[in-house]
């Protein structure tokens, strides 16, 4: 396996291999470390300090990390559903069998509740983390009014270790990466793999092209940038995987066949936060994990058109990070210290994620300047989501839950980490069908391939289409 990622520096080092007991003394030196590396409160997406690169022209995470965009996820780890693949060339129960293997290797927390109906009731393996107390209660307030509203709510699936020496701690520092090694990242199943033999790993390595032979076999060209006068040099495999993220990828075809420019999707996403004016327990966020803590849903109907997700965490990143920390500087940071005291245990920040098919004629395009990415979204795309913000707020009313719905359009995020469908499998031209292949024995395996871009959370059907398109290929 070649792979350009390098290994994390600043504190993920420090922390790196060592499975510290959460005490105090070990609290307070990572509270220090994250302070030094100059993150503020709530540093915007990163990693111990580390972060990812993003393009100039449009702010959209791609990672140059060993273990990719996992350093850096929220870890929600869902399955499409069969409707969600109604315009795939593969159904549920052909992908079915590898969501399945991928739980063999994966540790994924969940319950049975309202949303198991949907998404299936066995897509997790370890009970569900604790949360604190309120939000039980809200996922009861949207379940109480689901038979009217279409919205459900449950727990979320979330791939973190709730037991044994990787178990959560409780510490909820999730936001600045996990010092406990409990939050899945790919690098565990990459040293996994290494360490049973049947893997091995190329680090520093960055794939430039392919070309097919007329032998059959597939040449790569290939550089390592941090050698001395940056190495190059040729391999000649049988078959080759491409899975070095969706914009890679591209970007990987688009210098081997010569196409310039590609389609792409996105999920539209937007911030809102959500207060909650009943009675909070202090010592309930004593301990708390700071990823998703409910995880709620819109069926389609009644003028929302497809599936639409909505996550919410304790973690008030938009008071912290968004307003008070860039508004007011330093000053900003102590009173984020002291809204995380006060209102972060009342004020609750959610995301509201829309299909794909309401970012249309978007672009991404290779040229001499560099990668030029455009997202257009389709008309009416903003009316959709205020429609879902509002039928939320809706849902709410009279639970003590009030969604600030009067935020919706100054607060969509800056950044984009749902995309694909640059070359759809079966539709494109490129990839010729379900096998994901580009020509014989060149593969590409990530959410480049994917004809749609459903609203839930991508990385679970990556990897169960990688890992199909992968043990098909070898069969042949
Ligand atoms: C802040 C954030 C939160 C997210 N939360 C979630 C979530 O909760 N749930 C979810 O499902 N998804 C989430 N995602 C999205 C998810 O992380 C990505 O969809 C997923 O990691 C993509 O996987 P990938 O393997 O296709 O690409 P990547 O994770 O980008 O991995 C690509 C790998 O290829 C390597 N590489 C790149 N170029 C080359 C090259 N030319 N040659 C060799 N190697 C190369 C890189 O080093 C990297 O290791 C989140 C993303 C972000 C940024
Ligand atoms: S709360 Fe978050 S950072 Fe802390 S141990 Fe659990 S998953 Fe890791």
């Not at 220090?32 to 990812?52: C, E, H, L, Y």
Request: overall charge positive; some cysteine.
């Amino acid at each position: 396996m070649f792979d350009i990622g390098r290994k994390l520096g600043g504190m993920s080092a420090v922390l790196e291999g060592r499975k510290p007991l959460w005490d105090r003394p070990v609290y307070r030196s990572l509270h220090k470390g994250i302070r030094a590396a100059g993150q503020g409160w709530v540093p915007a997406k990163s990693f111990m300090g580390d972060t990812a690169r993003s393009y100039s022209s449009h702010p959209i995470y791609r990672s140059d990390m060993y273990g990719g965009l996992s350093k850096l996820w929220g870890a929600s780890f869902l399955p499409f559903t069969a409707e969600d693949l109604a315009d795939w060339p593969i159904s549920g129960p052909e992908l079915a069998p590898y969501y399945d293997k991928l739980l063999s290797r994966i540790r994924v927390t969940g319950a049975d509740d309202a949303l198991s109906g949907y998404f299936g009731g066995t897509a997790y393996n370890e009970r569900a983390l604790d949360r604190p107390e309120v939000f039980r209660r809200l996922e009861q307030a949207i379940n109480a009014r689901s038979g009217e509203t279409s919205f459900i709510a449950g727990n979320p699936r979330l791939a973190v270790a709730n037991s044994g020496p990787d178990g959560c701690t409780y510490c909820g520092h999730c936001f600045y990466g996990c010092y406990n090694r409990s939050i899945y990242s790919a690098d565990m199943t990459i040293g996994a793999l290494e360490a049973e033999g049947k893997l091995r790993y190329v680090p520093g390595k960055r794939m430039l092209r392919f070309k097919r032979l007329a032998s059959g076999r597939v040449e790569i060209d290939w550089e390592e940038p941090e050698s001395a006068g940056s190495k190059r040099g040729t391999d000649v495999f049988d078959r080759i995987y491409v899975a070095a993220g969706c914009i890679e990828s591209t970007r990987i075809v688009s210098a081997s066949l010569g196409v310039a420019t590609f389609p792409i999707r996105e999920n539209p996403m937007y911030q809102v936060p959500i207060v909650y004016t009943g009675g909070v327990r202090a010592e309930d966020f004593g301990r708390h994990i700071a990823l998703i803590n409910v995880l709620a849903g819109r069926l389609p109907g009644a003028g929302i058109e497809r599936y639409a997700h909505i996550q919410i965490y304790p973690i008030n990143v938009y008071l912290w990070n968004h307003a008070l920390s860039k508004a007011f500087g330093s000053t900003g940071l102590r009173l984020s210290g002291l809204a995380q005291r006060t209102a972060g245990k009342h004020v609750y920040m959610m995301l509201f994620y829309l299909h794909g098919d309401y970012s249309k004629d978007s672009s991404l395009t290779f040229g001499d300047g560099g990668e030029r990415l455009s997202f257009v979204y389709r008309d009416g795309t903003q009316e959709q989501m205020r429609l879902l913000v509002d039928g939320f707020a809706q849902a709410l009313k009279g639970t003590g839950f009030h969604v600030l719905r009067h935020f919706v359009e100054p607060l969509a995020p800056g950044g984009s980490y749902h995309y694909g469908g640059t070359m759809p499998m079966g539709r494109s031209g490129l990839i010729r069908d379900s096998g994901c292949s580009v020509t014989d024995g060149i593969y590409v395996t990530d959410s480049a391939v994917f004809p749609s871009i459903p609203a839930q959370n991508h990385s679970f059907t990556i990897m169960a289409n990688a890992y199909r398109v992968a043990e098909r290929s070898l069969a042949l």
